[in-house]
């Protein structure tokens, strides 16, 4: 409500929910989380990086984070080609896709990190669902998906210190003790 505040001086609803109805925006939502993101969440990131990373692993030293970055740059190449048809429908200039293609692809490796970072995919589809579908109230439209993409990011980038049950340990090797407090763990 502040950013749209300090974006239109006043706060009243964005005229995309007059337009449509809230009834519309919600179904929209309800559409993009159960089908197409939790779709593409499952093949791009769920299987094809997964799958990806298992495969190339293999032929690279213990310890090498070079099978991953190729798993992600291959399944985030494929999850922007993967969008053509849809840029095709929208009747796009041609001098448009090579941009379009790179947002895809930045889009997917945010989506990527997500998942990664938080190892759970139901978070990545929520945030690809929510900047699918621009839910904004009080700003414009363009304003809510890049707000809702830099607080997964946000999100993904402080999960491992969100609080544990205790006696769990987080990703980063960090255990929560009965006190409440954290203490590396030893290896």
């Not at 992600?72 to 929208?90: D, E, G, N, T, W």
């Not at 947002?103 to 997500?114: D, K, P, R, T, Y």
Request: proline share 6%; hydrophobic share 50%.
């Amino acid at each position: 409500m502040l950013i749209g505040l300090g974006v239109r001086g006043s706060l009243f609803l964005d005229d995309w929910w007059y337009e449509h109805g809230a009834t519309y925006i919600v179904g929209l939502l309800l559409c993009r989380l159960f089908g197409g993101t939790l779709k593409e969440e499952l093949i791009f990131r769920g299987f094809l990086l997964n799958q990806l990373f298992l495969k190339l692993r293999s032929h690279f030293p213990v310890g090498s984070k070079k099978p991953f970055f190729l798993a992600l740059l291959i399944s985030q190449v494929f999850f922007a080609l993967a969008h053509i048809p849809c840029q095709l429908r929208k009747r796009l200039p041609l001098r448009d896709y090579p941009m379009q293609m790179v947002c895809l692809f930045a889009h997917g490796v945010g989506f990527a990190f997500i998942y990664h970072r938080t190892n759970n995919l139901l978070i990545a589809v929520g945030v690809h669902s929510l900047v699918c579908t621009p839910l904004s109230l009080f700003l414009p439209q363009t304003a809510g998906p890049m707000i809702v993409m830099a607080t997964g990011l946000m999100l993904a980038v402080f999960w491992p210190l969100l609080p544990l049950k205790a006696g769990r340990t987080s990703r980063c090797g960090w255990k929560r003790l009965d006190s409440g407090s954290f203490s590396p763990t030893s290896s």
